[in-house]
Antibody, heavy 120, light 107 residues
Framework: QLQLQESGPGLVKPSETLALTCTVS??????????WGWLRQPPGKGLEYFGS???????HYNPSLKSRVTISIDTSRNHFSLTLTSVTAADTAMYYC????????????WGQGSLVIVSS | DIQMTQSPSSLSASVGDRVTIPCRAS??????LHWYQQKPGKAPKLLIY???TLQNGVPSRFSGSGSGTDFTLTISSLQPEDFATYYC?????????FGQGTKLENK
């Protein structure tokens, strides 16, 4: 059973870069069964998808958010990462990493979430 | 972007009720429509995919229907553990989008 765990700072200053890492356990990140994705959920709101990465490094980004987002992967450490540049208060949210079945949009596995607050 | 609309944002029901939760897409998404359940403080959980296929372990009281732009999640007989927020999601376009959710509350 795959388990995902987000890690990173809970507080980021406006205009700075948000960086989160998701560590995968219970299996290898270098599997052809899953892509690895990032999503977020602002307080009291719905879910927003950033993009996904395959173990080969191939990325798929949500065109609406692509300009500030980078997703990377480190197969030697079994983890993948999200960076979001030039953050504002609107980026305050619970950030989730997730395992996407193939490239289907089906998120079978989720981390518990990491709350990031953007504030000076 | 494909917009996913869920209305109402909340729904009151009682244990044993039959509940239907609607979802509408801003354009035709064929059968690329999925449903997630989220309980407070927890990550979403995939419930139904491709309109009507139940994820492993999901009780048969849950079902999904629809095609094109209009979809429905149905709970045939509401159980106490079903009070949660339900989100629809499309994967027709690569920029997957979710509805704003329908919160199922105890009447």
């Amino acid at each position: 059973q795959l388990q995902l765990q987000e890690s990173g700072p809970g507080l980021v200053k406006p205009s700075e870069t948000l960086a989160l890492t998701c560590t995968v356990s219970g299996g290898s990140i270098s599997t052809n069964r899953y892509h690895w994705g990032w999503l977020r959920q602002p307080p009291g709101k719905g879910l927003e998808y950033f993009g996904s990465i395959y173990y080969s490094g191939t990325t798929h980004y949500n065109p609406s958010l692509k300009s500030r987002v980078t997703i990377s992967i480190d197969t030697s450490r079994n983890h993948f990462s999200l960076t979001l540049t030039s953050v504002t208060a609107a980026d305050t949210a619970m950030y989730y990493c997730a395992g996407e079945r193939g490239r289907t949009g089906l998120f079978d596995y989720w981390g518990q979430g990491s709350l990031v607050i953007v504030s000076s | 972007d494909i917009q996913m609309t869920q209305s109402p944002s909340s729904l009151s029901a009682s244990v044993g009720d039959r509940v239907t939760i609607p979802c509408r897409a801003s354009q035709n998404i064929d059968t690329f429509l999925h449903w997630y359940q989220q309980k407070p403080g927890k990550a979403p959980k995939l419930l139904i995919y491709s309109v009507s296929t139940l994820q492993n372990g999901v009780p048969s009281r849950f079902s999904g229907s629809g095609s094109g732009t209009d979809f429905t999640l149905t709970i045939s007989s509401l159980q106490p553990e079903d009070f949660a927020t339900y989100y629809c999601q499309q994967s027709y376009s690569s920029g997957y989008t979710f509805g704003q959710g329908t919160k199922l509350e105890n009447k």
